[in-house]
């Protein structure tokens, strides 16, 4: 069975950092690119970041440049987002999703809350 678990989230204050997890099993993670992918209340699904399968490439949205990494640990089957100086309209419910052929998404996460407030 497939399963991405995320965990890291709660609650931040503006200026503050989290570090999100996600533990894949039940499929051969270094051969997956994974994306973090967040929805923000009311809104619809947005990409943060995408690494390659061996971790060489990855990919950010401008807004997140410079303030989110994102990596992974193939040995531990697991995938990371360190987020630093987060701000209010961060507040989502962030994903991990696995990448499969033609850049579709064909595992997600059951997803993990960050809510940035004073």
């Known amino acids: 069975e497939v399963q991405l678990v995320e965990s890291g989230g709660g609650l931040v204050q503006p200026g503050g950092s989290l570090r999100l997890s996600c533990a894949a099993s039940?499929?051969?993670?270094?051969?997956?690119?994974m994306s973090w992918v967040r929805q923000a209340p009311g809104k619809g699904l947005e990409l943060v970041s995408t690494?390659?399968?061996?971790?060489?490439?990855?990919f950010y949205i401008d807004s997140v440049k410079g303030r989110f990494t994102i990596s992974r640990d193939n040995a531990k089957n697991t995938l990371y987002l360190q987020m630093t100086s987060l701000k209010t309209e961060e507040t989502a419910v962030y994903y991990c999703?696995?990448?499969?052929?033609?850049?579709?998404?064909?595992?997600w996460g059951q997803g993990t809350r960050v809510n940035v407030s004073s």
């Open positions: 999703a696995a990448l499969g052929v033609a850049w579709s998404y064909i595992y």
């Open positions: 690494i390659a399968p061996d971790g060489s490439s990855t």
């Open positions: 039940g499929f051969t993670f270094s051969n997956n690119g």
